[in-house]
T-cell receptor, first 113, second 109 residues
Framework: AAGVIQSPRHLIKEKRETATLKCYPI?????VYWYQQGPGQDPQFLIS???????DKGSIPDRFSAQQFSDYHSELNMSSLELGDSALYFC????????????FGPGTRLTVL | GQNIDQPTEMTATEGAIVQINCTYQ??????LFWYQQHAGEAPTFLSY??LDGLEEKGRFSSFLSRSKGYSYLLLKELQMKDSASYLC??????????WGAGTKLIIKP
């Protein structure tokens, strides 16, 4: 069965650079979520989209933005990167606007030097 | 505020049974999820409870008491591959998932 795809899997950036993370949800899933997970921490919800519209906003910094495109893939844009942005970034997708369980992608490990 | 509590770490023996507890205080309740997460990997869905009672799925069972704000995940016939973090997450009235910090389960031979 198809799963959530994230790219890249690993990314190394310098401070103050920008990064773009991509997420391709499971086909026919209408809701996409972005999470940030630091070492030994629980996933922190950043933002979600339902049918290409932002549906909820969590602890996403103003330096970050995201959108969902017509093909339902989503991109998380991160600017003015800081050392503290180093983390695993997960994308998850679900159906029915989030009424069902979330299926997580493999994550993108971002390291900011 | 919203809060989910679960033990930080538990240790159990291969072949035994372990129960991981989760208590929650959230603004509204629209279901409780248990996820398993191996280090450096994505969380994977284990179970979902929205009504009181026990949901059984193979070696794993999950229980919910909404009046007590309490759930547990029961793992039977423990295997070494069950060593992972177990995350309790509650969906609140806005359908947002509130995550616990996770319980790191260590299985010893």
């Amino acid at each position: 069965a198809a799963g959530v795809i994230q790219s890249p899997r690993h990314l190394i950036k310098e401070k103050r650079e920008t990064a773009t993370l991509k997420c391709y949800p499971i086909p026919r899933h209408d809701t996409v979520y972005w999470y940030q997970q630091g070492p030994g921490q629980d996933p922190q919800f950043l933002i979600s989209f339902y049918e290409k519209m932002q549906s909820d906003k969590g602890s996403i910094p103003d330096r970050f933005s995201a959108q969902q495109f017509s093909d339902y893939h989503s991109e998380l844009n991160m600017s003015s990167l800081e050392l503290g942005d180093s983390a695993l970034y997960f994308c998850a997708s679900s159906t029915q606007g989030g009424a069902n369980e979330q299926f997580f992608g493999p994550g993108t490990r971002l390291t900011v030097l | 505020g919203q809060n989910i509590d679960q033990p930080t770490e538990m240790t159990a023996t291969e072949g035994a049974i372990v129960q991981i507890n989760c208590t929650y205080q959230t603004s509204g309740f629209n279901g409780l999820f248990w996820y398993q997460q191996h280090a450096g990997e994505a969380p994977t869905f284990l179970s979902y409870n929205v009504l009181d009672g026990l949901e059984e799925k193979g070696r794993f069972s999950s229980f919910l008491s909404r009046s007590k704000g309490y759930s547990y995940l029961l793992l039977k016939e423990l295997q070494m591959k069950d060593s992972a973090s177990y995350l309790c997450a509650v969906r609140d009235s806005n359908y947002q998932l509130i995550w616990g910090a996770g319980t790191k389960l260590i299985i010893k031979p």
